[in-house]
């Protein structure tokens, strides 16, 4: 039995429609994190199952039972907001100690509990501390520690390190999963930010203007995404525009507009379709030397843009269109300069295939 | 420059030259006083002592609304009841130029942001990117070739940060605007700069082009910020001046290091790309895998060597191996010195030095 379920949920604000009749489910235990730009519904998502906000349409069911008109305080979830909103006036063991005894846990075992998840977010040694006087990054702490001692089996984190700096990000990422999946809890993290997605979800769901774009195991939404939009938001991507040529046998060629043929993996859709070509960028291989791949082209370097563990080159292909390249940990001595040119490949199996949006690729990529 | 509130020195003793049509970030940690230099250098903050100087003159007499400066901010701030073209010719409008002018600037400018279609939508029609990009269309129609940013994309959507910091680039070198652009983000700043001003409390820990404080920094502190890395104690146990062997828990490494003592302590540091993993062999520390995270274009791995040493290690996916497995044996090969660096221990203790907060 799924631990969460939307069924054919709606929610409208006005005329503006934020969720769409979302359905969706979510096993005990399990990691999600919801990826979507802003005003993609992701934070409406998250109240309708605290029971912030009710559903104009659906069904939302906990443990299969139907939750719609059960209150938040009596769901077993608890909702951790953007901003804190740590209690002031309170000492940060306070703080963290309130969930349990608003649900009538007598005083000693609220402290303990309480105790026990400062530990884990490893600021026991702040117990006595006012809110004010503690940094960004111990605030997300603190209202972490909070949730996880709640009690409550299903935590809502909505951008739980959006008010962090980049560089605290990528540190309390990884901590703040390994603190989920330890304490057991079921987890619905929100976030606009796919190299944080990645990190913490066992599976990802892409939301777009308040639809499901895709949802499953990362790896595969990472690899198969069912979506220009997913491709782009999660990785990103290179994209170039064609047409499907011929099939002969498992193989695919695309014939992409400027007179270039890319061998892509067969697809269903018809002759002479238009399509999107997408290629991710670790997937483009540049040398100097003769490449063995199935397709390899001329290319120029246009430019060069150094990102501390990477370098990401734009190189210009023989039919007009540039195309991004990832290329990890490279010694100076080997990197490419504008103006070089160079052997530019990619296998088959890397070159994804979608059908021609009905809106055009410039909407399809629009995130705001 | 110093700057004082009570007992904090939000600036303390910092210099700092900016040459004509330089990109500059300042990097650093929330808090760090990189916000409060540009407040200073626009003139919204009035420094305790040292001089400020914009093409070798004094502002210090010099009012906030003379000094010709572009500002942009992390909160746009366009005004709500203005459209679009209101907004950017609203600094022309002020000083009374001439409305054929208006026009003509204010439509160089739509074209400029490419927000030409959306020149009578009102700023909350718009997305956090292109209100964005009205701000900084706005400070460009004043004519300033001086740009002070603070945190312009900070309140963008990540992959909009990561696609409109380009077009701030090349806006910028287009028109040969000088700009100092705050940010808190390292690879914002490694991505566009010119060169990267690293703070931390007050101070300035260091300034180089983004490859030079990537690859080579003097600081440990800018090792540890502008990306990630692997920190490793240890003791120096032979020297010949240039190059040292270091005993890290039982396991000896070769590292360049230039002045270290025999028996001083000292911090190695290797970044995780700079990890290289492979199958139980000889050579190398012998480790086991901890865990395994999938990033995309990545698989992160965090490795446990002997003498409980944890190492993160990156390796690319398009390696096309298999990867490795939680529970495998590997090794860890550490032999090429090239990538790793040589630090002393600091002095305050290493949590304090690499502090983010």
Same mark, same amino acid.
């Given at each position: ?42 934070t ?12 104009d349409?659906g ?9 719609n008109n ?9 909702y951790?907001?953007q901003?804190? /909103?740590?209690?002031p ?7 963290? =100690? ?7 846990k007598?005083?000693?075992i609220?402290?303990?509990? &309480?105790?026990?998840?400062l530990?884990?977010v ?6 006595? &501390?006012l809110?004010?006087?503690l940094? +960004? +990054? ?8 909070r949730?996880? /001692?709640?009690?409550? +089996?299903?935590l ?6 959006? &008010? ?12 703040l999963?390994?603190?989920?999946k330890?304490?057991g809890?079921?987890?619905?993290h ?9 990190s ?11 639809? *499901? ?25 290179s ?9 002969v046998?498992e193989? =695919?060629? *695309?014939?992409v ?31 100097r ?8 082209f001329?290319?120029? *370097? ?8 990477s ?10 269109d540039?195309? /991004? ?9 080997? &990197?490419?300069?504008? +103006? ?10 890397d ?18 | ?13 910092v210099?700092l ?8 970030c ?5 808090? #760090?006083?990189k916000?409060?230099?540009?407040? #200073? ?14 093409d070798?003159?004094s502002?210090?007499q ?5 000094? !010709? ?20 010719s609203y600094?022309l409008a002020v ?7 208006i ?10 942001m ?22 900084v269309?706005?400070?460009i129609?004043?004519?300033?070739h001086?740009f ?9 959507d990540?992959?909009v940060?990561?696609e409109?910091?380009?077009e701030?680039r090349k ?15 390292q ?27 990537y ?18 104690e ?9 190059? #040292?062997?270091v ?14 003592k025999?028996?001083? !302590? ?6 995780p ?17 901890k865990?395994?995270?999938f ?53 305050e203790?290493?949590?304090k ?5």
């Amino acid at each position: 039995m799924p631990r969460v379920s939307f069924a054919n949920v709606t929610k409208n604000f006005g005329k503006v429609v934020a969720l769409d009749e979302v359905s969706f489910d979510v096993s005990d235990g399990q990691y999600l994190c919801v990826l979507g730009p802003t005003g993609s519904g992701k934070t409406t998502l998250l109240k309708l199952l605290a029971g912030l906000l009710k559903p104009d349409e659906g069904t939302i069911y906990f443990d299969g039972k139907p939750v719609n008109n059960v209150n938040a305080q009596d769901r077993n979830a608890v909702y951790v907001p953007q901003q804190y /909103a740590l209690f002031p006036h309170l000492t940060v063991l306070q703080n963290v =100690a309130f969930g349990p005894l608003a649900r009538g846990k007598p005083a000693s075992i609220a402290l303990e509990t &309480a105790s026990k998840a400062l530990d884990l977010v490893r600021l026991s040694w702040r117990a006595q &501390a006012l809110p004010n006087e503690l940094s +960004g +990054g111990m605030q997300q702490r603190v209202a972490l520690a909070r949730g996880l /001692a709640s009690g409550a +089996g299903l935590l809502l984190l909505d951008e739980p390190l959006g &008010a962090l700096d980049a560089r605290l990000r990528l540190d309390l990422r990884h901590k703040l999963r390994d603190l989920v999946k330890q304490s057991g809890f079921t987890a619905i993290h929100v976030t606009h930010d796919q190299d944080e997605a990645m990190s913490v979800g066992d599976e990802i769901m892409v939301l777009r203007n308040g639809r *499901i774009q895709d949802y499953g195991p990362q790896r595969r939404v990472y690899r198969r995404p069912a979506s220009i939009f997913v491709a782009n938001m999660i990785g990103g991507a290179s994209f170039l525009e064609g047409m499907v040529d011929t099939t002969v046998g498992e193989t =695919a060629l *695309i014939s992409v507009r400027g007179g270039l043929t890319v061998q892509a993996p067969s697809t269903t859709l018809t002759l002479t379709a238009p399509v999107i070509l997408a290629l991710r960028k670790e997937r483009i291989r540049i040398s100097r030397d003769r490449l063995e791949m199935e397709n390899v082209f001329k290319g120029e *370097i246009r430019g060069v843009r150094f990102l501390g563990n990477s370098k990401e080159y734009l190189i210009r292909i023989p039919n007009g269109d540039i195309i /991004a390249s990832r290329q990890f940990a490279e010694s100076e001595d080997d &990197a490419f300069k504008v +103006g070089e040119e160079v052997q530019v490949g990619f296998l088959e199996g890397d070159a994804m295939v979608f059908e021609y949006p009905a809106k055009g690729l410039r909407n399809e990529l629009e995130v705001g | 420059m110093s700057k004082i509130y009570g007992n904090i020195h939000a600036l303390a003793d910092v210099s700092l030259h900016v040459e004509d049509k330089e990109y500059v970030c300042i990097l650093g940690p929330s808090g #760090c006083g990189k916000s409060t230099l540009i407040r #200073c250098i626009a003139g919204i903050n009035k420094p305790d002592s040292g001089q400020i100087l914009i093409d070798g003159k004094s502002v210090e007499q010099t009012p906030i609304e003379d000094r !010709r400066i572009g500002y942009v901010f992390q909160d746009v701030a366009l005004f709500p009841h203005m459209s679009v073209r209101d907004n950017l010719s609203y600094g022309l409008a002020v000083r009374h130029a001439e409305s054929t002018e208006i026009t003509t600037v204010t439509n160089e400018m739509l074209d400029l942001m490419n927000i030409r279609d959306r020149s009578k939508a009102y700023p909350r029609e718009l997305s956090g990117g292109a209100q964005q990009k009205v701000a900084v269309g706005r400070a460009i129609a004043t004519g300033s070739h001086l740009f002070l940013l603070d945190e312009p994309l900070g309140a963008l959507d990540a992959i909009v940060r990561a696609e409109l910091r380009y077009e701030l680039r090349k806006l910028a070198s287009d028109l040969g605007l000088t700009v100092i652009h705050v940010t808190h983000d390292q690879e914002e700043a490694l991505s566009i700069a010119d060169r990267v001003v690293v703070m931390k409390s007050g101070r300035i820990v260091e300034v180089g082009k983004p490859s030079d404080i990537y690859i080579a920094p003097q600081n440990l502190f800018t090792e540890n910020f502008v990306g990630e890395t692997n920190l490793l104690e240890g003791e120096v146990l032979e020297t010949n001046g240039s190059q #040292c062997v270091v005993d890290i828990k039982g396991h000896r490494i070769r590292v360049s290091g230039f002045g270290k003592k025999v028996g001083q !302590r000292v911090i190695v540091s290797i970044r995780p790309e700079f990890v290289p993993l492979t199958t139980p062999s000889e050579v190398g520390w012998k480790g086991v895998i901890k865990q395994v995270t999938f990033l995309g274009n990545l698989n992160r791995y965090v490795v446990e060597v002997d003498g409980g040493i944890e190492l993160i290690t990156e390796e690319s996916t398009a390696e096309y191996s298999t990867g490795f497995r939680v529970g495998e044996s590997v090794s860890v090969l550490l032999a090429n010195d090239a990538h790793m660096l040589l630090f002393d221990y600091p002095k305050e203790g290493l949590e304090k030095e690499i502090s983010l907060e």
